[in-house]
């Protein structure tokens, strides 16, 4: 489903006004840990409106022995299983995980919404020191998504280079050009289609 400039403002509005206890996220204790198991990795969300060409909003996955958690700075994503505490939510099991990633849980739905992906596996001390930056941080507002997710980034090791930044698009031009991660790119509308 292809969706004009201004349905998709309009779109826009309802969800922020709809999901607007999100931007700060819930007062209750964070969600039970979810061990992952594997190695620790970092996955880079970009969520393009497909047709519209634009980018819009960021958020980073962080996979670490002990949880996965996901930092989603001034995101609206509000899965009724998950608990958010600002900016994080904790215990993100793969339902949640595939719930973020596939823009299920809003408003507006996966029609018109393509992730582009970044992943790559970290040491454990890194995944760890993502978190802990992620969770000392106060809440961002709407807009403020890839300044909080290149800010992080910049502090850990291996991502210096990264330069800080308000604007995805600019986000995902540092990432293309990056030779140690792993891209992906999923039409959630044509997937939501199939379904």
Known sequence: MRLSR?????TGGASLAGCSKAFMGLSAQPAAPYPDGGASRLRIALFEVDSLDFMLHSGLIIHTPEDRVLY????????????????VTRGLSPELEESYLSRQ?????????KLHLWETEVPDAVARQAVEIAE???PYVFGGCSYGVTSLLRQLPGFEDIRVTFVPAELAAQLRARNDLRYSVRDLGAEAQEA
Request: net charge positive.
């Open 72 to 87: 989603d700075p001034g995101g609206y994503w509000a899965d009724p299983r998950a608990v958010r505490r600002y900016d």
């Open 136 to 138: 000392a941080r106060t």
């Open 6 to 10: 201004r349905a998709f403002v309009l």
């Open 105 to 113: 849980s809003l408003v507006s739905g996966p029609d018109f919404w």
